[in-house]
């Protein structure tokens, strides 16, 4: 068996600068460069308390997330201005605020609903939660230089580092447990909804 290569330490130590530096918020196509390489999603204080993910520290990432091809795609496009069907970002943002915000889950193929756990949400809702995130949410992000070799094994590295509330692959956070539960909410939204509907599920 072939032994595999450990992440450059020092690379993991620039995206790990990087992304606890300078944040900017949303929209910040100004600001992130047009490439590959990760983000880090910032949330402040009163959006950690209406999350209920308790108090944040200074700088604790919400979530860190990698774009194979270009940043500004991912994260404006994706997280910030596209569907919750088509972006774990938004759905576990809008699995934790489905209460404030009066949120419901909808399957995401209404004319053949399934996997309930990949919802989405109205276009009304999805509005609410876009407001909600363009009010709260900031972004830091770490270009992918010419010499990263794999920018997944440095996105691990720094998921296994900070453990963000909001990754629920390759990290293991202590609110874990909380953010299963509420998407299973929204998921159960999207059952009745499609049980309503006439539809067998």
């Known amino acids: 068996m072939i032994a595999m290569a450990e992440p450059d330490a020092e690379m993991i130590t620039s995206a790990l600068t990087?992304?606890?530096?300078?944040?900017?918020?949303?929209?910040?196509a100004d600001n992130v460069a047009d490439?590959?390489?990760?983000?880090?999603?910032?949330?402040?204080?009163?959006s950690w308390l209406e999350l209920g993910l308790g108090a944040a520290s200074a700088k604790t990432a919400l979530y860190v997330g990698k774009a194979d091809d270009n940043l500004v795609t991912r994260e404006l496009e994706l997280h910030f201005r596209g569907r919750a069907g088509q972006s774990a970002v938004r759905r576990g943002l809008g699995a934790l605020l489905r209460d404030q915000l009066g949120l419901r889950g909808l399957p995401r193929n209404q004319t053949r609903p399934e996997k309930f756990e990949y919802f989405t949400l109205s276009e009304e809702h999805d509005a609410a939660l876009t407001a909600w995130m363009t009010a709260h949410l900031q972004i830091a992000a770490w270009p992918k230089p010419s010499e990263c070799a794999s920018l997944g094994d440095?996105?691990?590295?720094?998921?296994?580092?900070?453990?963000?509330?909001?990754?629920?692959?390759?990290?293991?956070?202590t609110w874990g447990a909380k953010n299963v539960a509420a998407f299973k909410?929204?998921?159960?939204?999207?059952?009745?909804?499609?049980?309503?509907?006439?539809h067998k599920v």
């Open 35 to 46: 490439g590959p390489g990760l983000y880090a999603i910032y949330g402040d204080a009163a």
């Open 18 to 28: 990087a992304l606890s530096g300078r944040t900017y918020g949303v929209p910040a």
């Open 154 to 173: 440095i996105e691990v590295a720094v998921l296994k580092k900070w453990s963000p509330p909001l990754n629920l692959r390759d990290s293991r956070s």
């Open 185 to 198: 909410v929204m998921a159960a939204d999207a059952r009745a909804w499609a049980k309503e509907h006439g």
